[in-house]
């Protein structure tokens, strides 16, 4: 089965119960949609969470957030071959796997896009107080060059984003300490042109700190859904 939640940021709580309650085996998979807090220090500080993810029953896959290091800057990472797609993973963690943006991964008879990577709103208040801020979070010109190479020689039917197409933005979650004036929507705006141009069924996302559904699309945070590609 496969099985897909929104942002973790560290918190793993929310697969204790499921796993009590569904038996998840090794033929499972969870997908974490960015922000995972797995890569947050890109070092031995991240090992003990490693050590809680890669003890889980199924295997863990993630899109690339923003609060977190891209996999693809750590030594320790290597690519290899996952249903279909290239993904990064370290030796001693096998059972966590990162997805190379861009990818088409085979999910069931659903072929997958990836498209990590989203700004952070919280950018100054993170830079102002030390804090963790990733020069590299949103998709650079290589990595939307290849997304959109992909997406013109393969068909689609889901696609598995961080963040959504612009005008898809759940403004009510807005924080109201953050001067929108200073928010880079670049990404999401380059998501609104892919969007516009590409037949799919379904679009899954997280970022927003919500669980919602508009169209064909599915916002979401704390939620563990089945893998679809029907409303």
Known sequence: ??????????????????INRFHPTSDDVMIILGDAGINYYGGKKDNATKVLVNSFPFTTFCIHGNHEKRPESIPSYTTKQYRSGTVYVEEAFPNILFAKDGE????????????????????????????????????????KAYVEQQLETHHIDIVLSHTCPYSYEPREVFLSTVDESTVDHSTEQWLEKIEKTITYKRWYCGHFHTDKTIDKLRFMFHDIDILKGDL
């Not at 089965?1 to 499921?18: K, L, V």
């Not at 069931?108 to 590299?136: M, N």
């Open 1 to 18: 089965m496969i099985y897909i939640t929104g942002d973790t940021h560290g918190d793993f709580s929310r697969f204790i119960p499921f």
């Open 104 to 143: 088409i991964f085979e999910f069931d008879d659903y072929a997958c896009i990836s498209i990590g990577g989203a700004y952070s709103v919280d950018k100054y208040y993170r830079l102002k107080h030390g804090w963790q801020w990733f020069s590299d979070e949103q998709p650079d010109k290589s990595i």
